[in-house]
């Protein structure tokens, strides 16, 4: 059987994501010489797990790429809450850090919550600050949460009409399903958000126009579970024996959909673009 090409209807991340990063290092390169301010981000990541390891340094190649500082604070696995607290303070008070991430999860005797708490929301590179979330559900789009934001980013250069639309957002992460909700909302959607108390998912996802899936759950959404035409974005990672996989099973449902993120290659690389935009975007702003 001949395999169907489906190129057009992949939403190519890694295209995109260099067509932002190649903006903002102009922007870069334009802060250099106008003002003689590099940009500068401080990851901070307590303890050694790899997965995290890999997305810090996904993170610091980025920052290579368009000009930007970046200064990597290892922290060891028996930090302290205070530990923590006062190497925020010190990147809070340095005028040659513009944006603080703080790489998530942390290890369980640690706060985030307090610890996302105690970052400028100035330098809020991940836009996780309670802050800038309120303003991002009053429509204040400032530093926002970089996923959600991947997504609209791609919506608008595939020129998606959102207005009026379903959009059906599965998981209610503080991190993904929650800010894409309100990114959603504030662009005149129609939002319905499911999450694993959600009974009967596929009577939602069959509805959606667009559909944003974001649970870490390997494939949860099958062909049968979407309408002929649908806008999908894949923003789940499960590791399983050294590959990666999207929550949507892909190859099926490709020949249902528009336009479909693959995973990798997908909404990961947007990420780390929108991050990068970010840091310029608060070092124009200090
Ligand atoms: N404070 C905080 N901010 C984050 O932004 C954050 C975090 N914590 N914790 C973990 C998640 C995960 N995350 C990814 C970013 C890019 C890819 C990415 O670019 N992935 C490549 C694949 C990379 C590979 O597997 O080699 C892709 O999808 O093509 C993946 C995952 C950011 N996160």
Redesign the pocket.
């Known amino acids: 059987m001949a395999q169907e090409n489906y190129d057009s209807r992949r939403i190519d991340?890694?295209s995109l994501a260099g067509k932002i990063e190649a903006q903002v290092r102009q922007g870069v390169e334009k802060l250099k010489g106008e003002k003689n301010v590099t940009p500068g981000l401080a990851t901070i990541l307590v303890g050694e797990d790899p997965a995290?390891r890999?997305?810090v340094r996904?993170k610091h190649k980025a920052c290579e790429r368009v000009g930007i500082h970046a200064e990597d604070r290892n922290l060891p696995e028996s930090t302290t809450q205070e530990e923590l607290l006062g190497v925020i303070r010190e990147l809070n008070s340095r005028n040659d850090v513009h944006g603080i991430?703080?790489?998530?999860p942390l290890p369980k005797h640690l706060d985030s919550k307090a610890a996302m708490l105690a970052i400028d929301p100035a330098k809020d590179a991940?836009g996780?600050h309670p802050y800038n979330m309120g303003k991002l559900l009053i429509g204040e789009e400032g530093l926002v949460p970089?996923?959600p934001k991947g997504v609209i980013r791609a919506l608008e250069e595939y020129n998606v009409e959102v207005q009026g639309k379903h959009a059906v957002v599965v998981g209610h992460s503080n991190v993904v399903g929650k800010p894409m909700a309100a990114m959603l909302i504030n662009r005149n959607a129609t939002v319905s958000v499911c999450h694993v108390f959600t009974d009967d998912l596929k009577k939602y996802t069959l509805d959606a126009d667009i559909l944003v899936v974001g649970t870490g759950v390997k494939h949860l959404i099958r062909e049968d579970m979407v309408k002929e035409g649908a806008v999908i974005f894949d923003v789940g990672?499960t590791e399983e024996n050294g590959k990666?996989y999207g929550d949507v099973d892909f190859d099926n449902v490709v020949r249902k959909a528009s336009l479909i993120t693959p995973?990798?290659?997908?909404?990961?690389?947007m990420?780390?673009a929108i991050?990068m935009e970010h840091v310029l975007t608060a070092a124009k702003n200090a």
């Open positions: 991340g890694k995290s890999m997305y996904l991430l703080l790489q998530l991940d996780f970089c996923t990672i990666v995973v990798p290659g997908g909404v990961g690389p990420t780390i991050l």
